[in-house]
């Protein structure tokens, strides 16, 4: 059978729902995944302790739904993080960031003990680089990165008309082979002027949820 892409986002997003649990405060993503999947928590409202968001656009959806949102400082950590992705290796290193919200996501996911990544088989890639790889800078910074994104190779196309929840501008770089992403994200994330490189490589997904019409695939 077919599905649509709806259909696989709801079908993974109620797949990563079997891994919360009673009590926890849950880490919330961003983006049309995650939406269906704030869609479902419905009937955890009184069940989670609250949710730490990765975005104003989740804050104002959980808060709708009626779940208290925690400030990531005032918690150790979080059990669990739940989130999309633009792409996905093999090796569960993702490319994120097509919703401008890298950067907190990027925070969620290392205070999380696990993340739980979701997406349909659309975003499976042998090699990161065929989704534009999302880099969030400080404006005045945005030339001066754009060029050494080009140094390197990439094509940088600033997403005008873009500003982040921290305030900050986003270049989106095409035509990039990314085939060691560990060390182009640290390579990147070190220059003056990067806030962050929507590479999830030293951080990778611990469970990648692949919705197809075949069904659920863990990997
Ligand atoms: C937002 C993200 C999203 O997780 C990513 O863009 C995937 O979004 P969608 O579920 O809508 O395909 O990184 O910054």
Known sequence: ?????????????????????????LGVGTGSTVNALIEQLGPWRTRLRGAVSSSEASSERLRALGIPLHDLNSLDGLDLYIDGADEANPARELIKGGGAALTREKIVAAAASRFICIVDDSKLVKVLGRFPLPVEVIPMARSLVA??????GG?????EGTTTDNGNHILDVHDLQITDAKSLELRINQWPGVVTVGLFAERPADVLLVASDQGIEQR
Do not use: N
């Open 147 to 152: 060029r050494q994104l080009r140094a390197l």
């Open 155 to 159: 094509r940088p196309v600033w997403r």
């Open 1 to 25: 059978m077919a599905l649509s892409a709806a259909e696989k986002k709801q079908r993974v997003a109620a797949a990563a729902l079997e891994f919360v649990r009673d009590g926890m405060i």
